[in-house]
T-cell receptor
C-alpha cells in the first residue's frame, strides 16, 4: 500500500534562515511525488512535483525539493524563509500507474511551518 | 481564468440529515476529485469523476456518493449525517494534458458542521 509520512507536526524557523520540511514515502514502483501548501481557510495549492529526471525539482515561491530514492525521501526546502511562508504543507504520492488515478493522491498528515520575524 | 468554485462554503446540519455539496471545476478540466479533511484523519480521498464516470473511490461508507454532470460540474452527497462527518470537504479539478499528472487545483472547500 502507498503511504506518506511527515515526521514533524511543526517546523519553526527564523525569517531568512533555510527551511526543510521532511517527507518519506512508501510505494511500489516508481513514485510520483508532490508538495502542496494550504493557507488558513483556503484550499490546497500545488507547489512542485517529481515524476522523473533530475532529483532536485524547483517549484513555486522559491521552493525546491530533493528526491532521494535510496532513502525514500522527498524533502521540501527553501534557502531563505519568509514570514509569508507560514502555512500547512502536505507531501503526497501517487503510484506510477495509468491515467485512471490522475486525481487520487495519498497525502501525509501535514507539517505546520512557522516562520518568525 | 476562474478557479474551482465550491458551494456552499459553510453549512450546519443535524445528525440524520443529508447534505449536497457542489463543485464547479476550472473551465476545460474534466476530472474532479473530492477529499475530506479533518484534524484527526487529515486529507482523505473520497472519489474521482471523469467524463461523468466515477473512476476511483476511496474507503468511505456508501452514505457518501457523488456524480458528475456533462459540463464537468460535480456534486457530492452525504446521507444520514453523523457527528464524525464534520469536516472540510475539498474539491479539486485537473486536466489530463501531458505533463500535468497530479497537479490538482483545489477549491476553498465546504466546511460542514454536524450537530
Amino acid at each position: 500500500a502507498q503511504s506518506v509520512a511527515q515526521p514533524e507536526d511543526q517546523v519553526n524557523v527564523a525569517e531568512g534562515n533555510p527551511l526543510t520540511v521532511k517527507c518519506t514515502y512508501s510505494v511500489s514502483g516508481n513514485p510520483y511525488l508532490f508538495w502542496y501548501v494550504q493557507y488558513p481557510n483556503r484550499g490546497l495549492q500545488f507547489l512542485l512535483k517529481y515524476i522523473t529526471g533530475d532529483n532536485l525539482v524547483k517549484g513555486s515561491y522559491g521552493f525546491e525539493a530533493e528526491f532521494n530514492k535510496s532513502q525514500t525521501s522527498f524533502h521540501l526546502k527553501k534557502p531563505s524563509a519568509l514570514v509569508s511562508d507560514s502555512a500547512l504543507y502536505f507531501c503526497a504520492v501517487r503510484g506510477a500507474s495509468g491515467s485512471s488515478n490522475t486525481g487520487k493522491l495519498i497525502f501525509g498528515q501535514g507539517t505546520t511551518l512557522q516562520v518568525k520575524p | 481564468k476562474a478557479g474551482v468554485t465550491q458551494t456552499p462554503r459553510y453549512l450546519i446540519k443535524t445528525r440524520g440529515q443529508q447534505v449536497t455539496l457542489s463543485c464547479s471545476p476550472i473551465s476545460g478540466h474534466r476530472s474532479v476529485s473530492w477529499y475530506q479533511q479533518t484534524p484527526g484523519q487529515g486529507l482523505q480521498f473520497l472519489f474521482e469523476y471523469f467524463s461523468e464516470t466515477q473512476r476511483n473511490k476511496g474507503n468511505f461508507p456508501g452514505r457518501f456518493s457523488g456524480r458528475q454532470f456533462s459540463n464537468s460540474r460535480s456534486e457530492m452527497n452525504v446521507s444520514t449525517l453523523e457527528l464524525g462527518d464534520s469536516a472540510l470537504y475539498l474539491c479539486a479539478s485537473s486536466t489530463t494534458r501531458t505533463g500535468t499528472i497530479g497537479e490538482l487545483f483545489f477549491g476553498e472547500g465546504s466546511r460542514l458542521t454536524v450537530l
